[in-house]
């Protein structure tokens, strides 16, 4: 079992930064691929980026390649979402998730635990 939870949500000024954080219990997290999804008021959740269990492999939505980083530290079981040169379309509800699956990290159903979310504004 693996609990998550964000941290570090908040309101920003396009083209300002923030930096999510996740953190999880569970003593086989640092097995775990995690993931970062997004939600927009009345939009699907979609694909932020995910970041293999080692850290060594990433990979990222086309809309925040660039922009966007992850990175992890499983020492401190706890994963982490560097936002810059945030947009007004960056604007959601920001989710960590884990799953033991390598493949089809993008598709929300591969994952088996999620955290409650933290809210993102960026306003213009």
């Known amino acids: 079992q693996v609990q998550l939870v964000e941290s570090g949500g908040g309101l920003v000024q396009a083209g300002g930064s923030l930096r999510l954080s996740c953190a999880a219990s569970?003593?086989?997290?640092?097995?775990?691929?995690m993931g970062w999804f997004r939600q927009a008021p009345g939009k699907e959740r979609e694909f932020v980026g995910a970041?293999?269990?080692?850290?060594?492999?990433?990979s990222y939505a086309d809309s925040v390649k660039g922009r966007f980083t992850i990175s992890r530290d499983n020492a401190k079981n706890t994963v982490y979402l560097q936002m810059n040169s945030l947009k007004p379309e960056d604007t959601a509800v920001y989710y960590c998730?884990?799953?033991?699956?390598?493949?089809?990290?993008?598709?929300?159903?591969?994952?088996?635990?999620w955290g409650q979310g933290t809210q993102v504004t960026v306003s213009s």
């Open positions: 998730a884990g799953t033991r699956l390598l493949f089809r990290l993008w598709v929300s159903g591969s994952y088996d635990y």
């Open positions: 569970g003593r086989t997290y640092s097995s775990y691929t």
């Open positions: 970041i293999s269990w080692s850290g060594g492999t990433t």
